[in-house]
């Protein structure tokens, strides 16, 4: 009997160790699990904070690049005004000084020349026309066609737009000399500028609900035209 108790205490002890062993591992299969479900848990939220902050940089650049595509086609202040109000107030400036230009003999030379010159040859000069008008302070308003229209003395006022403006003009004129004497020496055709300013009052403001344009009225804006159409070609000339 005594033989028999001690067997019977070993199975016990031996069952007792199985059935520890079982929870043990129930234990650790459990802390796996856990330990995956967090590791999992964390890869799910850094992919989802990485998606998040991509998305969010992409929208911030979109953001970005709309505001710069709206300030390439109104003045900075217009362009506040109409992202805050949703709409922009017409202004009348008591003094401004309007600045056109258009290439002589254009409807002829875009008959000689491939689509592809036609548009480098504008893009070549209109470039260079903007950089002239950010260097003296010149709002861009508008191109049509070949010809360029630029304004001084808004949105901002100022009392310099007439020396501004004329400066600019000069500058224009300079740069479409040099241009001629190259293409003349490579052979190629090339622009003769007009240009004519003006300065008096004008009104401005945005127009239509669609590509918005900037617009300008008064007689100041029709001189300048007029000024091309009976101006004989400029000469160079010093001041």
């Not at 202004?91 to 592809?116: G, R």
């Not at 861009?140 to 010809?147: N, R, V």
């Amino acid at each position: 009997m005594i033989f028999n108790f001690e067997i019977e205490k070993k199975e016990g002890k031996i069952k007792l160790l199985t059935k520890d062993k079982k929870i043990q591992e129930e234990v650790i299969h459990r802390q796996k699990i856990i330990k995956n479900s967090f590791i999992i848990g964390f890869a799910i939220v850094i992919i989802f904070a990485g998606v998040f902050f991509k998305q969010r940089n992409k929208i911030k650049k979109e953001k970005h690049r709309s505001e710069e595509l709206l300030l390439n086609i109104l003045p900075e202040e217009t362009a506040e005004e109409l992202k805050n109000t949703g709409q922009a107030k017409a202004k009348s400036f008591e003094s401004v000084t309007v600045l056109f230009t258009d290439f002589k003999d254009f409807t002829k030379l875009s008959e000689v020349l491939t689509p592809n010159q036609l548009v480098n040859e504008i893009n070549e000069c209109f470039s260079a026309f903007d950089k002239i008008m950010t260097k003296y302070g010149i709002e861009k308003i508008k191109t049509i066609g070949d010809s360029y229209m630029a304004a001084g003395g808004l949105p901002s006022s100022n009392q310099t737009h007439p020396q501004d403006v004329v400066r600019a003009a000069l500058e224009i004129r300079d740069f479409m000399w040099d241009l001629k004497s190259k293409k003349e020496v490579a052979g190629e055709l090339f622009f003769r500028i007009r240009i004519g300013v003006h300065t008096g009052p004008v009104v401005a403001g945005i127009v239509g609900i669609k590509k918005f344009a900037t617009l300008s009225n008064g007689i100041e804006i029709n001189n300048p035209k007029y000024f091309l159409q009976t101006q004989k070609q400029l000469k160079k000339f010093k001041l």
